[in-house]
């Protein structure tokens, strides 16, 4: 199972990281924990891959507007990056930094859902009326 593996090369990365920052200092820990998170973003591809072609099928199958699709997965794509991004950040130690990726996440998940959250209000209004 992929777990196994991911695992298994993030205990090995941590061990890594511990031994190099004592001999060499943050900056060598710091590229083997980027690489790391690289690595395992790229063992996950093929299974984010199998999400995204699941679930478009079933929209298509329930009728549902491509564009309210393509928004969820640009929304949930934004989401996992600025996780990723700010946690390199405090990884690095740059907490305001990595604060200021997960606000601009916010801002920006924000103006995507606005389609979606109109079109919902519509929804409740044309049921009420």
Do not use: H, W
């Not at 790391?36 to 072609?53: E, N, P, S």
């Not at 997965?73 to 946690?87: D, R, T, W």
């Amino acid at each position: 199972m992929e777990i196994f593996q991911i695992v298994g090369l993030a205990l090995t990365a941590t061990l890594m990281i511990v031994l190099v920052r004592q001999a060499r200092g943050a900056d060598a820990a710091l590229f083997i924990s980027l690489v790391t998170g690289a690595i395992i973003f790229l063992l996950l591809l093929d299974r984010i891959g199998t999400v995204v072609k699941v679930l478009a099928d079933l929209s298509a199958r329930a009728g549902i507007n491509q564009f309210y699709l393509d928004t969820v997965l640009k929304i949930i794509g934004i989401a996992y990056v600025a996780e990723f991004g700010s946690q390199v950040c405090r990884d690095a130690g740059e907490n305001a930094i990595a604060g200021k990726v997960e606000l601009a996440a916010k801002v920006l998940i924000m103006v995507l859902a606005i389609p979606i959250i109109v079109a919902i209000l519509e929804s409740i209004i044309r049921l009420l009326q």
